[in-house]
């Protein structure tokens, strides 16, 4: 299983502490799921602040992580627990499979 903490050297502004579980989403400017994508994954950072993060990474400007998490095809989701573990899910999300992996995220 991947763990956040391989890739913190990597994500610049960003210090995972463990305290709140994260959803990030690798996408780029020009993908049409990710346009379409962004604004449930607004909803969800709106509706579980304080409780979840929801971090964004335009590929093409941080190639860097891409590389180094194996992004191949945007988007791709990273919904990393607090202890840092990853469950990876490449492709759009409908709502309430987006809001149902968040709050298993928050249960554990």
């Known amino acids: 299983m991947e763990n956040i903490k ?7 502004g ?8 994260v959803i990030i989403d690798f996408y780029a400017s ?5 346009k379409a994508l962004a604004p449930l994954l607004e909803r969800i ?3 579980y602040d304080g409780v979840l993060k929801v971090i964004k990474f335009d590929i093409d400007k941080n190639e860097a992580i891409a590389d180094a998490a194996s992004i ?3 988007p791709t989701l990273f919904f ?5 573990n990853i469950k ?3 492709g759009s999300v409908p709502y309430d499979e987006l809001k149902r992996m968040a709050q ?3 249960k554990r």
């Open 14 to 21: 960003y210090d995972y502490t463990g305290n709140y579980p």
């Open 30 to 34: 020009w993908c049409g799921p990710c």
């Open 104 to 106: 298993e995220l928050i």
């Open 6 to 12: 391989s890739y913190l050297h990597l994500i610049k």
């Open 80 to 84: 990393v627990d607090i202890d840092g």
């Open 88 to 90: 990876r899910h490449v």
């Open 45 to 47: 950072a709106h509706e």
């Open 72 to 74: 191949r095809s945007v």
